[in-house]
């Protein structure tokens, strides 16, 4: 049995008990949906810092705000934050890179479900076909799948564990989660005035002029953020205090 195997078997676990979060995640994924298919054509004349925001958004936290309290990271000793169930697991007889594995399955889980049923639904009811025809519509999707797998596999790594002060106090937390907004937007916003478009309005753009360089950029981008991002996991947790 592969490694990826053992680790889905892994995560099928957390994965069931988790049932009524994938719901919640529908529900939000609806309302991101809904926004960014109506808002489309005034983004595509004016552009705007929001959409982007969003639409990144989607593509890279998913829907893994709906993970269960008893899942998610949470102080689990003096200054430790970290996942109770991947310090459980740690104490028994599995290999370090499976559970690592099975923190980025569960992730994806969370993520390219919604991303799918996003695109999906913005193919069928935006205005997007008036842009792209089927054949680039397709290679737009795969474009935004693997940039979700490249932005999103950053993520289960905080599952190893943290003890800095911006996130283990509530008081840190909240600078850390203002910090974050605000230099989201402030990039985001560097990006519009700089090159007069967005992100998303760009990746219409390198699809349209160059399908195959493009997907062949971000494929080898995210294989790469993968192999780095389960590889630094790993050592973090090999240097992580959990006593």
């Known amino acids: 049995m592969s490694e990826w195997n053992q680790a889905y078997q892994l995560a099928k676990l957390e994965l069931q008990a988790s049932k009524l ?12 949906t809904l926004f960014l298919i109506t ?14 925001f969003f639409f990144l958004l989607l593509f890279s936290v998913g829907a893994i705000w709906a993970k269960p309290k008893e899942f998610q990271i949470q102080k689990v000793s003096g200054v430790l934050l970290a996942s109770p169930i991947l310090m459980m697991q740690l104490a028994l007889p599995i290999k370090r890179s499976v559970l690592v594995k099975s923190r980025f399955i569960i992730q994806f889980f969370y993520s390219i479900p919604y991303q799918l049923l996003f695109l999906i639904a913005f193919y069928i009811f935006s205005p997007i076909t008036n842009v792209l025809s089927t054949q680039e519509y397709l290679a737009f999707a795969a474009l935004w799948l693997l940039i979700g797998i490249f932005l999103g596999s950053a993520l289960p790594v905080a599952d190893a564990g943290d003890t800095s002060k911006l996130t ?5 937390s909240i600078f850390a989660s203002l910090i974050l907004l605000i230099g989201s937007f402030t990039i985001l916003t560097t990006v519009h005035v700089s090159t007069g478009e967005g992100p998303v309005y760009w990746s219409l753009v390198a699809i349209g002029k160059g399908p195959v360089a493009s997907l062949a ?10 192999g780095y991002w389960i590889s630094y996991m790993k050592k973090r947790i090999g240097k992580q205090d959990y006593l």
């Open 168 to 172: 283990t106090t509530v008081a840190g």
């Open 21 to 32: 979060s994938f719901i919640y995640g529908f529900v939000l994924t609806m309302f991101v």
């Open 217 to 226: 950029v971000a494929l080898l981008l995210t294989v790469g953020a993968m």
């Open 39 to 52: 808002t489309l054509p005034s983004y595509l004349d004016n552009g705007y810092v929001g959409y982007d």
